[in-house]
């Protein structure tokens, strides 16, 4: 069952190029995943530190869940991030 996921990001306009630099491996891990049809990165050009995540994937939930939980936690420990 194809399904899309809308996330809302927000950091601090100061850290919004660090964000994305770290951002850039989740990226490229989404776009590596078959199952993963479409993965897009928006910022907001009003509010530099505000960003939007597309996904469309052909998975289920918890093939999804168990992927993002990998790169996102990547991210989190990149960004210093913990919890």
């Known amino acids: 069952m194809p ?5 809302k990001i927000t950091v601090a306009p100061e850290n919004a190029e660090k964000f994305l630099a770290a951002l850039k491996p989740v990226f490229e891990g989404f776009a590596a995943e078959p199952e993963c049809t479409y993965f897009e990165v928006f910022q907001d050009p009003e509010n530099p ?35």
């Open 49 to 83: 530190g505000t960003f939007r995540l597309v996904e469309n994937w052909n998975a289920t939930k918890e093939q999804i869940f168990e992927v993002s939980y990998i790169l996102f936690t990547d991210l989190k420990k990149e960004l210093g991030i913990f919890g």
């Open 3 to 7: 399904l899309s996921f809308h996330v």
